[in-house]
């Protein structure tokens, strides 16, 4: 197994090469099954032989987890409740059911805007796991608005709730013609709470990118695993500090968002 590096294939194959007990960190956003239109993966797969797939995965992210390590997966609606189930079943201990809400969600025809995702947040052990929570920490009501002498000078912890603007195709963060592109801020929030630097962390879906880009600013040792050679060039560029190269090649991504706004 080697660090630092971006793997082109079929993730569960490729963390089936992987030894056990070897990562820190797994930060997980697998395609949702919902119609999108990825260079290569097929987003319309049967309920059965999602639910199979996503048992699969997930039990090799099991086998890869060192005993106090972590795990969140980002997922939609359709599929929440199963992964969660997949994830108690596996053998994971359940921390928190964590809703990204975002603005600039995608506008629907005839029903209420997608506005959100589900985070879901285990470990592998229930007592020992790494949890940052200096780091993390943020001005609470008590201090910022009550004045209360009883606030905690160093903050607290964050809701379960949080907001990030999604990444846009006009915004300056989107790199590449790739339709779901999640934003730095939240996977640092993640990184920060969950890892040292110097631990190792995986992303089996890499998309654009976003979780070792983090992951490498941070200081820690990363690994991705990407299915499509188009998508894992953006990642290779994108590491390489190459964004300019890459936003000079999203010329269909106009198409790409009106793909996203159709299949949702
Ligand atoms: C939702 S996107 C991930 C986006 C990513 N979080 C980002 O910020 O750019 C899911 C990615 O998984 C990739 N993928 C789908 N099936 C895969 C597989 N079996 N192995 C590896 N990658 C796969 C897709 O090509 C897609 O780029």
């Not at 960190?25 to 032989?49: C, Q, R, T, W």
């Not at 195709?169 to 790739?178: A, L």
């Amino acid at each position: 197994m080697e660090t630092n590096k971006i793997y082109l294939g079929d993730c569960i194959e490729i963390m089936r090469t992987f030894p056990d007990k070897s990562v820190d960190l797994i930060f997980a956003d697998p395609p949702f099954n919902i119609g999108i239109k990825y260079d290569v993966h097929n987003d319309n797969m049967s309920y059965e032989d999602y639910y199979n797939w996503s048992e699969k995965w997930i039990k090799e992210t099991y086998r890869l987890l060192k005993n106090n390590g972590s795990i969140y997966i980002a997922i939609g609606d359709e599929f929440a409740a199963e992964i969660n189930i997949i994830l108690k079943r596996t053998g994971f201990y359940y921390r928190n059911w964590i809703i990204w809400y975002y603005t600039f969600g995608q506008n629907q025809r005839k029903k209420f805007n997608r506005s959100h995702t589900h985070i879901l947040y285990f470990t592998k052990n229930k007592e020992r796991f790494i949890f940052n929570d200096k780091i993390i920490r943020i001005p609470s009501a008590r201090q910022l608005i009550y004045k209360d002498k009883r606030a905690n000078p160093l903050g607290k912890i964050p809701d379960d709730v949080w907001q990030f603007s999604r990444v846009c195709g006009t915004f300056k963060e989107r790199i590449g013609k790739h339709p779901c592109q999640m934003p730095e801020d939240l996977l640092e929030l993640i990184i920060k709470t969950s890892s040292k630097e110097g631990n190792l962390v995986l992303d089996p879906f890499g998309g654009t990118g976003t979780t070792v880009a983090v992951a490498k600013r941070l200081k820690r040792k990363f690994i991705t695993i990407e299915i499509s050679s188009e998508y894992y060039n953006i990642i290779l560029s994108r590491l390489n500090g190459n964004i300019e190269d890459i936003k000079r090649n999203k010329k269909n991504d106009i198409e790409q968002q009106k793909n996203l706004f159709d299949c949702i």
